[in-house]
């Protein structure tokens, strides 16, 4: 079964072994197979056929999510971070029956069309209905069991449809890449509805024998407009972990945390960062203060990681070489392909039968020894009046790499040189301070990519003002669209 396959060797041979905790419940590995074939009886009595999962992370989360995927069942987490009309449109666009999750009053005040069926007494999740039309209920390829929303840059996000084999084949994956490293013990800080810390973090670290902690945002300070490096610092100080999942933003606050004095547990053995594009110098500072930072590379459409660096296989300024659950390539445009297990199409898509080779958009390279670089976006790469063609990532990854520059968007398509627009750590800041930094960056770019004229943004770049996505990516196009008039100004 399912569940059985997932849990493995650790329910089959030490079943008291702690498998979730989220600091109000704790499960043991039976308890937790127990909790998650109770809760799948209770949902499949529910009559969907295709549920959704909008709940805060925490054991109620992966019991629901564990049980859908039991009962191969399509699921849809919607993320909190996702406005009202992206989650209403991931509802409408997957033609959801079935809703699983901890905000009732939330979802009943704000899609009425549902009506509540029950509480779970597993997950302790209430769970709504509402009736589809069947003719609302497009087609998915055979095996699909998960359906995530890319978070984009526009308004609707499109549904990455991913069977249980390549679900399973991934979390196999990355289980067996960081084997024997002795890690009992992971923290889940991103949302359980990224695919990131659902696959990378729950379900390989099940698969692993490994605990998850599993603390609410109130408790880690990571909110979705504002973060909190305090009380970051302070539960990681508390749980102890043996592996973190990490953006680059959460790892620069620890890198600077730890320069400023602050300590982190010596249990860390391994702390992945990925979702974003990492700057060099901090993967560098990070190794210097003692801490086990390993890049990795993946997206939605390859079921999260497809590329990562291990403490036995790893080289700086790389994602690592790819798991074995894929293949890499890089075509003639100098875009990262990938094959094996990979999406099985968008929603919506004509359903195919033949294996997808994915184009990630992501420009890069592959050396010798099979260790894959990623250069930046083929789409944001611009083109200067000079003729020098510049992926606007590499400029950002140095204006970000110094402390008073928190977000950086590097511009400059038929212009002669490079513009960017900034935000900075602290808005007290000085122009006097922000030009010493981007004076230190350009130190480290040849002349043609160097930045000559700048602009602070007058807002700050944050999930609740749709300049940023889940990963604290910047959105280019809303950002150019909001603030670009100022390069105009500053050049």
Partial sequence: MEIESLLGETLRCTPSRI?????????????????????????????????????????????ADLALHHLRQVNVPLPAFFTPPQQRHALDDAAIDVLVTDRKEHVLERWPEFRLLGRSPFSGLHVLQRAVAADARRAVAPGVVKITYTSGSTGEPKGVCLTAATLNCVSRSIATAVAGLGVTRHLCLMPLATLLENIAGVHASLRAGAGCVLPSRARTGIDYGALDPQKLLGTIL???PDSLILVPELLRVLVRAVQAGHA?????KFVAVGGAMVSRELLAEATQLGLPVFEGYGLSECASVACLN??????????GRPLPHVRIRVDEEG??????????????????QEPLEIATGDLGEIDSDGYVYVRGR????????????????????????????????????????VGALLSPWQPSLDDAAIEHAVRRANARLPGYAQVRH????????TFANGLLTANGRLRRERVLERFGGLLQSAS
């Fill in 19 to 63: 498998a979730l905790d989220d600091g109000v419940l704790t499960l043991t590995y039976r308890q937790l197979a127990e909790a998650v074939t109770s809760e799948a009886r209770f949902l499949r009595a529910a009559g969907g056929t295709r549920f959704a999962l909008l709940a805060e992370n925490g054991a109620g989360w992966v019991i």
């Fill in 238 to 240: 508390r749980v102890r």
């Fill in 264 to 268: 982190l547990p010596s249990s860390l």
């Fill in 310 to 319: 291990t403490p036995g296989s790893s080289r700086l300024g790389s994602v």
């Fill in 335 to 352: 875009q990262i392909r990938v094959r094996g297990a990979v999406m099985s199409g968008y929603l919506g898509d004509p359903v195919r």
């Fill in 378 to 417: 083929l789409k944001n790469v611009f083109i200067t009046s000079l003729g020098r063609n510049i992926s606007p990532e590499w400029v950002e990854r140095e204006l970000a790499h110094e402390p008073e520059i928190r977000h950086a968007l590097a511009h400059g398509e038929a212009r002669p040189s």
């Fill in 454 to 461: 700048w602009a602070c943004m007058p807002e700050a770049p």
